[in-house]
């Protein structure tokens, strides 16, 4: 029999509700599976009156594993004959008892129910790729029946919203948060609008009362304290005496006032801060600043708090105009609705949402509430700090408002983080204290102790979210810290490291040589996980893994419709719809059903022909080979339209031969799987509806674009691999050894958007407005924009410390958190390194000791000594480690007693005619062959994140850049603004629209900097000389034929003059550290490269004019002219250089050293001598 800590003792067998909050590592599922057990030996109960709900389906699946595990034991312990009569009978019952996710526990309500909300009894819960299909098809309908009879409505919003696009991309929001949604537009659709007015301005004064009205208190007091004090030293202070008669208008600090308080501050506000939120100084404050700087420092941060609600004076209006706005949108998203119920009652289908949805109207029915009230007598709900508000509205009504029944709740606020699902930390707090009122506090359990985390890892976790979790707000979702018991058996006192790398690239290659070192040491890969916030992080990861040999698994890595195979057919079916998709088309042909390389689509291409397909007609006529591939694409676009697409599916697996294509594949019985999925998905599409293979397309696109958004779930480890995962995926696990990457990387908070929505089940729809109701107008936050816009990016800044939590909690034995910076440490604000530091008060230091010294109690239970309560002083040095010296590639690892991993066997590469060369390799060769053969050869490309044009690669100018938005994403974006010619405000929608679509942070004011260089370099001069050339080609992609090679480039303007050829080529480069001539010189080889380009597609007989234009620095930009002569001398070297290349030579370029990629210490080269 197991030892019951005191808390789990009490947990276990309280009679009463309970809300027991489980620190990380405490046993929460054990205490679950005891309870469950005894609740019905002692009850004599049968298991359909147990509710068990859990959060994943992963989650059900081994509750239902622990529970039948227990009984079992317990049948072979138990002597009892009348206990043991009841667990034979639940070991009988328990296939059928009620454990699983809420939906599951829905459809099985709505089953039993379903004539009382009108639904058939046979419904059909949908899946939801087709789900979105149907809905997507439902947008467009109703929308465009709008458009095509002229209604005043659909283009009023189109306008607000300034495209149809962004129209369709608010609607599919309110779409995704439908439970939220539906609460709201039943609010506005039957509200008249100075009502709504009226409502708006009652919820802002009661939610900011709750969040402000301490601050304006403690701004009132300490601001008097202050200015009396200015005043008694100088009597005549202007500010003072402004300040003064501000003071007397200061509104009644009281719920009806917060909007009367905020107007006060925007009025009166300057007399005592700056616009930077900071006490003025300078001509008030001055003379006081030694003697009142506790005061000073209250007001500077109420004031930067309060700041931060921003509103106009006329924001009655501003809210007006936008209840109209709203209103016509949920009227619209009605409609959308009522059609997208039509399409789905049709075939008797209820998406997940309408799971939640329909149960929780089918418990406001009298009659159904209390059958199910008296039917179940006991509710069970893990991992409640992840569920919502519509989840609670389904399981209160279940004991009858704690009535009947009784509930037991388990969770940890500190451990909330799917927001990004709807979960509410606010139905956490609000259950918990209605189960604390029921109980008066009996029922509010803990298990504070870690069975988990060595001492002095549950030391340096109670240490420092001490002080990250110290300001708790419940409206804010801030939580309170708790301090983890140690509980352990522990056989070492638990190591903490920091791991500090000066960029990406030494971070991942610092991570990888302490797990090479630790793997000699003796550890088990997969005893190792390395933890990051986002996938994004996990290219570096891998390609340094990769290249040191260490074994990893990337866990959730794929899913079946991310399949290379799977999206091969993808590819093939999206080309049988539109026979003229080139896109489709290349990417089919380079698939493993062709394999067609890129040297013969490059041939192919200039073959006569509109279309891809026309032109691969053109090169069957004089290559056998490919004149089969095309009559195979000809009749399966014949047949296409006739078949099934379980039946085209089938016939390309026939015709194609892609089952000997795949044959060597080391994975084949997954290939093999995937291809039966496929045939299954198809089958069970084609038996849902009439639908075209079109729309089996849709759906299919559909299906990928949702995995891609998606977290897959953790699947168990493959092999003894060190494990590569998201945060969230770790939720749940844990390692010995836990890394935590990329902790120096900001994230972001972000509020209400121009031409946007939000959806919060407090603050309704949200949405800035257009000023003064004029659609050309610009946007301006309303109180309640204002307001969400400060709350959801504190609610989101104390997500990312749980966050945090979670993933410091994973770890065992060994935590090392890793950080791209430099000495002495200066973390961005908003980013996880910033918090812990400022934790070990280490934030505003210039130097940091080394080790970090950290000394202190924990309270620790002993497991071995009925559990007593005991202290133990904590001494934990922790070092800051920046280099580590291993080979890159040398351990001794052993795997199954006998693999070991040595030495860098490289890649085998041979060097084949038609390769393709740019004007960036070319570059690279020339600065330095060995660079070119590490970037090339060596796999090295994915180190330098390039985007859009490749030549950032060798850009090693020197130059500033912010860490928040790389140079080359800002060269990018321009150069997509200058190619389509872009103009007002179309300039800032591009920009933005890229930096989200890559989920970049950027500071304030980035967009609207980039919008400013753009419109001076269209206000310049030079500007406007060049707008005088009537012909041009804008991005201009040459490819042309070099020896038995191709030269490639993208020209960013071409002017083509007559006879004359001018080449614009546009830098985003400061000239704050070279001259222009200097800039030139350094694109030299570059630009010539584009002239021979040029020279060879046009067969030019004519110099040809370059010309380097400065965005930043238009005036200052340089052009030359490049004679044939020049062009011959530029081909010889470039032979010279190809020749080399081909031959391998790759010798290195110590005069390069210095400014390139590839040096480390002292500017050194990483190959060494």
Not at 160 to 175: D, I, M, P, R, T
Not at 807 to 824: D, F, G, H
Not at 1111 to 1130: H, M, R, V
Request: contains cysteine.
């Amino acid at each position: 029999m197991v030892n019951l800590s005191p808390y789990q003792e009490k947990a276990i067998h309280s009679k009463d509700h309970v809300a027991l909050t489980a620190n990380a590592g405490s046993g929460k599922t054990f205490v679950l599976t005891k309870r469950y057990v005894d609740l019905v030996l002692e009850n004599d109960i049968s298991l359909s009156e147990i509710v068990a709900i859990t959060f994943t389906e992963k989650a059900a699946g081994e509750l239902f594993y622990k529970i039948s595990k227990e009984i079992n034991e317990r049948l072979n312990s138990e002597t009892d004959e009348g206990k043991l009569r009841i667990l034979r009978r639940m070991r009988r019952q328990i296939v059928s008892a009620n454990i699983s996710t809420i939906h599951s526990f829905c459809i099985e309500l709505l089953k039993e129910f379903a004539p009382y909300v009108d639904l058939d009894v046979n419904f059909s819960p949908v899946d939801a790729a087709y789900s979105d299909e149907m809905l997507e098809k439902s947008i467009a309908s109703i929308i465009e029946k709008n458009i095509s009879s002229n209604n005043e409505s659909i283009k009023d919003l189109i306008r607000f919203f300034g495209s149809k696009e962004k129209l369709l991309s608010a609607v599919k929001k309110l779409f995704s948060n439908k439970k939220t949604t539906e609460q709201w537009v039943d609010y506005y659709n039957s509200t008249n609008e100075e009502t709504l007015v009226e409502d708006v301005i009652n919820s802002f004064n009661q939610f900011a009362y709750y969040i402000f009205a301490d601050d304006f208190e403690k701004l009132k007091v300490n601001l008097q304290r202050l200015n009396e004090q200015i005043l008694n030293i100088q009597s005549d202070n202007k500010y003072g005496l402004a300040v003064l008669d501000a003071l007397v208008e200061f509104p009644e600090i009281k719920t009806e006032n917060m909007l009367d308080l905020f107007q006060w501050f925007n009025n009166y506000g300057s007399n005592f801060v700056t616009t930077k939120g900071t006490v003025r100084s300078r001509g008030y404050a001055k003379k006081v600043e030694d003697e009142l700087c506790d005061e000073i420092s209250v007001i500077s941060n109420v004031s930067d708090r309060i700041n931060k609600i921003n509103f106009s004076a006329d924001y009655k209006n501003n809210l007006l105009s936008n209840i109209k706005v709203l209103k016509k949108l949920t009227s619209l998203y009605s409609d959308i609705n009522e059609e997208y119920s039509k399409r789905k009652r049709i075939n008797s289908y209820l998406d997940f949402e309408d799971l939640l949805i329909f149960a929780k109207k089918l418990l406001q029915i009298p009659e159904v509430q209390e059958t199910l009230s008296d039917k179940y007598k006991y509710i069970m709900v893990d991992e409640y700090q992840d569920t919502n508000a519509i989840q609670y509205e389904i399981v209160i009504p279940l004991i009858d408002e704690f009535r009947k029944g009784k509930l037991f709740i388990v969770g940890d606020e500190k451990q909330s983080i799917y927001s990004f699902r709807e979960a509410d930390l606010q139905v956490f707090y609000k259950t918990k204290s209605e189960i604390e009122e029921e109980t008066h506090s009996e029922g509010i359990l803990e298990l504070p102790h870690s069975f988990r985390l060595d001492p002095n890892l549950a030391f340096f976790v109670n240490y420092i979210f001490g002080k990250i979790f110290s300001e708790p707000n419940e409206i804010l979702n801030s939580v309170a810290p708790s301090e983890l018991i140690c509980a352990k058996d522990y056989k070492s006192e638990g190591n903490v490291e920091f791991l500090f790398a000066t960029d990406e690239i030494y971070e991942a290659q610092l991570v990888g040589s302490k797990i090479i070192q630790l793997l000699n040491q003796g550890r088990n890969a997969n005893e190792i996980a390395v933890l990051c916030r986002k996938r994004k992080y996990f290219d570096d990861l891998i390609l340094h893994f990769d290249e040191a040999g260490i074994p990893y698994n990337v866990v959730g890595s794929k899913g079946f419709y991310e399949n290379s195979l799977i999206m091969d057919f993808q590819l093939f079916i999206s080309f049988l719809i539109d026979p003229n998709d080139d896109y489709a088309l290349i990417s089919l042909l380079r698939s493993q059903f062709f394999r067609v390389p890129d040297t013969l689509l490059f041939e192919i291409k200039h073959q006569p022909g509109e279309s891809f397909l026309e032109k691969l007609k053109s090169y069957s006529s004089i290559n056998e080979k490919y004149a089969r591939i095309y009559s195979l694409l000809n009749d399966k676009i014949n047949c296409a339209k006739n078949l099934t697409p379980v039946e085209l599916i089938t016939k390309l697996i026939e015709d194609t031969g892609i089952l000997l294509a795949i044959k060597e594949n080391k994975f084949l019985h997954k290939e093999y799987a995937s291809l039966e999925k496929l045939i299954d998905l198809a089958l069970d599409y084609q038996n849902k509806s009439f639908a075209t293979l079109y729309d089996f397309a849709e759906y299919f696109k559909a299906a990928v674009e949702k995995e891609k958004a998606e977290e897959l779930p953790v699947v168990n480890p493959e092999g003894n691999a060190v494990q590569i995962m998201t945060i969230h995926q770790s939720k749940g696990l844990e390692f010995p050894v836990v890394f935590l990457y990329g902790t120096n990387d900001k994230y972001l908070l972000t509020g209400a958007s121009a031409k946007q929505i939000e959806i919060d089940h407090q603050f309704g729809i949200i949405t800035k407005v257009r000023e003064e109701d004029n659609y050309f107008s610009n946007f301006v936050d309303t109180p309640v924009s204002s307001l969400f816009s400060y709350v959801n990016k504190r609610r989101t800044e104390a997500e990312e410390k749980r966050l945090l939590y979670v993933a410091l909690t994973r770890a065992e034995e060994e935590l090392y958190i890793s950080a791209k910076t430099q000495l002495p440490v200066k973390p961005n604000n908003d980013c996880y390194l910033y918090q812990i530091l400022k934790a070990l008060n280490l934030i505003q230091l210039e130097s940091v000791e080394n080790p970090i010294t950290l000394k202190g109690d924990l309270k620790c239970l002993d497991a071995s000594d009925n559990f007593n309560e005991y202290i133990k002083s904590i001494n934990i040095e922790i070092p800051i480690i920046t280099e580590i010296d291993l080979p890159q590639r040398l351990f001794n690892y052993e795997e199954n007693g006998g693999k070991s991993f040595e030495g860098n066997v490289g890649r085998i590469k041979d060097l084949p005619d038609n390769e393709i060369y740019s004007a960036t390799k070319i570059a690279v060769f020339n600065q330095c062959p060995l660079k070119y053969d590490l970037i090339y050869n060596k796999g090295y490309s994915k180190l330098f994140n390039v985007l859009g044009k490749e030549f950032e690669i060798y850009d090693e100018t020197g130059e500033e850049s912010s860490d928040e938005i790389p140079a080359n994403i800002t060269g990018t974006i321009i150069h997509k603004i200058l190619e389509l010619d872009a103009k007002g405000d179309s300039i800032k929608e591009i920009a933005t629209e890229y930096i989200s679509n890559l989920g970049l942070n950027v500071p304030d004011g980035t967009v609207d900097n980039i919008a400013k260089l753009i419109n001076n370099y269209y206000s310049s001069d030079e500007y406007k000389q060049i707008c005088q050339f009537e012909e041009y080609k804008n991005e201009l992609e040459i490819y042309t034929r070099f020896g038995s090679n191709f030269l490639y480039g993208i020209i960013d303007k071409l002017i083509i003059d007559n006879e004359k050829l001018i080449i614009i080529d546009y830098k985003t480069d400061s000239l704050k550290f070279k001259s222009p001539e200097e800039k030139f010189n350094h694109y030299k080889n570059q630009l010539y490269f584009y002239a021979y380009l040029v020279n060879k597609h046009y067969e030019c007989k004519n110099d040809i004019e370059v010309k380097l234009v400065f965005i930043a620095e238009p005036g200052k930009s340089i052009n030359s002219i490049i004679n044939l002569k020049e062009l011959n001398d530029f081909e010889n070297k470039l032979k010279q250089s190809i020749l080399k290349i081909t031959n391998g030579q790759f010798e290195k370029n110590e005069a390069h050293c210095s400014s390139c990629q590839f040096s480390v210490r002292n500017g050194k080269c990483i190959k060494g001598e």
